[in-house]
C-alpha cells in the first residue's frame, strides 16, 4: 500500500482556481469586513492623535497619546488574528512593551509608549486603511454580482492584504524582540545590584555593626572597672581587642565582594563553621 505524501505547512492559501473554494469564501469575507474594521480603526487613529497632539500643551495630553497607542497595539493584535484566520498570514506576534522596574516612575512609562514603534507602525495601519476598506468592499460586492471575475479579483485583494499586515504588523525582523530582551536584562542587573547592596546593608547591620556596638559597651563597662577592678577590665579589653579583630575581617570579607575566602579555599562546610564561631550567641 502506497502512502501519500504529506502537504508541507505554508503561509497562506493554495493557487487560485476558477471554482469558489474555501479559501475563496475567506478572502470574501476578509475583504467585506475590511470596511467595518478600517472606518473603526481610522476613527480611533485620528480621535486619538487629535486629542494627543491638541492636548499636548497640558499635563494630559501626552499621557492620552501614549495610552492611545496602547489601544493600537490591540488593534493590530485584532487584525493579526483576523488575517490569520482568513487569509492564512502566520506573523509572529511583536514584542510586548517594555514595562521597566516598578520604581521607573511614570515619565519613564510615558517616554516609553511614546517611542513604541509597534504601536506607531499599528496606528498607521489603522489610518491608511480606509480607502482600501472602501474600495475592496465595492470591487467585491460588484464581483459577487459578476462571479467569474470573484476568484481572481478576491486573490488579487487578498493578497495586498497579505502584504499590508506583513510590512506593518508583523515585527521588525529581530530588533524589537532584541531591545526587549536587553531592556529586560538591564532590568534584572538593575534589581541585582539592589538586591546585593540590601543584603550588604543587612550583613553590615548583623554582622560588624552589632559587633562593633557590642564592643563600645564592653569598653564602657571596662572604663568603669578600670579603678575599682583593673584586673578584671584588662580582661574585658583583651576581650574587645579580639573582637575588633573579628569586626575587621568581616568588614574586609564585606569589601571583597562578600564572597568569604574560606568559601573558596576550604569550602561550605569551614566556612559555615567560621560564621558560627564568631557568633555572639554561644
Known sequence: MTMSPQVPAH????????????WTWKEVAHLLSNLPTAIAGFVYTVVM??????????????PLLAAGLQGSRLIGRAERARARKLLGVVV??????????????????????LRDPV????????????PWGILTFT????????WPALPYAARLMANADRGMVRGLLSPS??????????????????????????????????GAQARLVA???GLGLAKEKLTDD?????????????????????????????????LTDRGLDAALSAIASRCTVP
Open 139 to 146: 470591487v467585491t460586492l460588484v464581483c459577487l454580482i459578476v
Open 230 to 262: 583593673p584586673e578584671a577590665a584588662a580582661r574585658m579589653v583583651d576581650e574587645a581587642h579580639g573582637e575588633v579583630k573579628v569586626a575587621l575581617q568581616e568588614l574586609r570579607d564585606l569589601a571583597r565582594g562578600i564572597h568569604p575566602a574560606v
Open 49 to 62: 492623535i487629535a486629542i494627543g497632539v491638541g492636548l499636548a500643551v497640558t499635563v494630559v495630553g501626552l
Open 173 to 206: 525582523d529581530d530588533l524589537e524582540r532584541r531591545i526587549a530582551e536587553l531592556e529586560s536584562d538591564r532590568g534584572v542587573v538593575v534589581d541585582t545590584a539592589a538586591a546585593d547592596l540590601r543584603r550588604i546593608e543587612r550583613d553590615l547591620h548583623d
Open 92 to 113: 509572529e506576534e511583536p514584542s510586548p512593551p517594555a514595562r521597566g522596574r516598578e520604581d521607573d516612575g511614570f515619565f519613564v512609562w510615558l517616554w516609553t509608549s
Open 215 to 217: 564592643l563600645a559597651m
Open 11 to 22: 503561509d497562506g492559501p493554495p493557487p487560485v482556481r476558477f471554482a469558489f473554494g474555501r
Open 119 to 130: 504601536a506607531w507602525r499599528a496606528a498607521l495601519y489603522s489610518f491608511v486603511r480606509l
